[in-house]
């Protein structure tokens, strides 16, 4: 049972990068996910939030009208599209499952993360 992202790196702000997750070893269907990300010195923020058929998204303020979450349930996988990338978007990025049933917005209560993928913003 394991959550893996990829696709950080670096880029110039304004740019776009696309995370993924890959989900194995349990019925990702199933569960709704999360992104989670933080920034150096900082405690975990939330970023993004969608439920287990991918048709509910939500986004924090931080993030809103930049970044889209998406999921595709046959490929076990999670995504997200960051656009017009800002310095302080620089973080290390997770994803994270709720507990099964759960799908909301809740917040703390993941049961599974992923090992990060750093993202950083710079010119």
């Known amino acids: 049972v394991q959550l893996v992202e990829s696709g950080g790196g670096w880029v110039q702000p304004g740019g776009s990068l696309r995370l993924s997750c890959a989900a194995s070893?349990?019925?990702?269907?199933?569960?709704?996910m999360t992104w989670v990300r933080q920034a150096p010195g900082k405690g975990l923020e939330w970023v993004s939030f969608?439920?287990?058929?991918?048709?509910?998204?939500r986004y924090g303020d931080c993030v809103k009208g930049r970044f889209t979450i998406s999921r595709n349930n046959t490929q076990n996988t999670l995504l997200l599209h960051m656009n017009s990338l800002k310095r302080e978007d620089k973080a290390v990025y997770y994803c994270?499952?709720?507990?099964?049933?759960?799908?909301?917005?809740?917040?703390?209560?993941?049961?599974?993360w992923g090992q990060g993928t750093q993202v950083t913003v710079s010119s």
């Open positions: 994270a499952r709720l507990p099964r049933g759960i799908e909301t917005t809740e917040r703390g209560i993941w049961d599974l």
């Open positions: 969608i439920n287990s058929s991918g048709g509910t998204s």
């Open positions: 070893g349990f019925t990702f269907s199933n569960y709704a």
